[in-house]
């Protein structure tokens, strides 16, 4: 696919980054302290927009690792961002 143009809408936007070289996926940041209560779901910003090329896909998954420590996960696995968005990246998160 090549490079992915990455459009940081704040200053508090942190670019994703990949922890290993080779890591399949980038590691997304949020842009705000969030507090999520137990058993509740909530939209968290990036302050990221992404342009992606026709017919591709982006997408969202909870690491194995925040689920474990913290609880959180996505309600429904995975998120999906389709190459027609254009707009703010939002996480779903869920709290158990």
Excluded: F
Excluded at 11 to 34: C, F, K, Q
Excluded at 70 to 82: F, M, R, V
């Amino acid at each position: 696919m090549g490079i992915l143009p990455i459009k940081l809408l704040s200053e508090n936007a942190i670019l994703p980054t990949r922890a290993n070289p080779t890591d399949s996926g980038l590691d997304l940041y949020v842009a705000e302290d969030t507090t999520i209560l137990a058993h509740s779901t909530k939209v968290v910003p990036t302050h990221i927009a992404i342009d992606l090329a026709y017919g591709y896909e982006a997408q969202v998954r909870a690491r194995s690792g925040l689920a474990l420590k913290k609880g959180l996960g996505l309600p429904n696995g995975i998120g999906t961002i389709d190459s027609d968005y254009r707009g703010e990246l939002k996480i779903i998160l869920i709290k158990q």
